[in-house]
Nanobody, 115 residues
Framework: QVQLVESGGGLVQPGGSLGLSCAAS????????MGWYRQAPGQQRELAAQ???????NYSNSVKGRFTISLDSAKNTAYLQMNNLKPEDTAVYYC?????????WGRGTQVTVSS
C-alpha cells in the first residue's frame, strides 16, 4: 500500500523560508510525477509545484521564482524549498504522487506565514 509521508512546514515570518519533503513508501511501481498542492481556508485546492520523473517542472504563477521543487527518484522523495514566503502562502500543503497512473495524496502539512 502506497503511503506519502510529509514533513516540514510550520510557522514562519514573512520573507522567511521553509522546506517540505514527501516520501512515497510501499510502492514498487513506476513514479510518473510528484507535486505539492495547497489549500487555504475557504479556497479550492490548487497546484503549487509539480515535477515529473524526467525533471519537467511546473510552477503556479503565484510561487514561481520563490519556490523550488526537486525529486530524488531513487528515494521516491520530493522536496519543496519555499523562500520569500508571504502571508498569502498560508495553507495546508498536500503532497501528491502519480504512481502507475494512480494518484496518491499525503495527509497535508500546515504552513503559516505570519508576523
Amino acid at each position: 500500500q502506497v503511503q506519502l509521508v510529509e514533513s516540514g512546514g510550520g510557522l514562519v515570518q514573512p520573507g522567511g523560508s521553509l522546506g517540505l519533503s514527501c516520501a512515497a513508501s510501499g510502492s514498487h511501481g513506476r513514479l510518473y510525477n510528484m507535486g505539492w498542492y495547497r489549500q487555504a481556508p475557504g479556497q479550492q485546492r490548487e497546484l503549487a509545484a509539480q515535477i515529473t520523473s524526467i525533471g519537467i517542472i511546473n510552477y503556479s504563477n503565484s510561487v514561481k521564482g520563490r519556490f523550488t521543487i526537486s525529486l530524488d527518484s531513487a528515494k521516491n522523495t520530493a522536496y519543496l524549498q519555499m523562500n520569500n514566503l508571504k502571508p498569502e502562502d498560508t495553507a495546508v500543503y498536500y503532497c501528491n504522487a502519480n504512481i502507475d497512473l494512480v494518484m496518491y495524496w499525503g495527509r497535508g502539512t500546515q504552513v503559516t506565514v505570519s508576523s
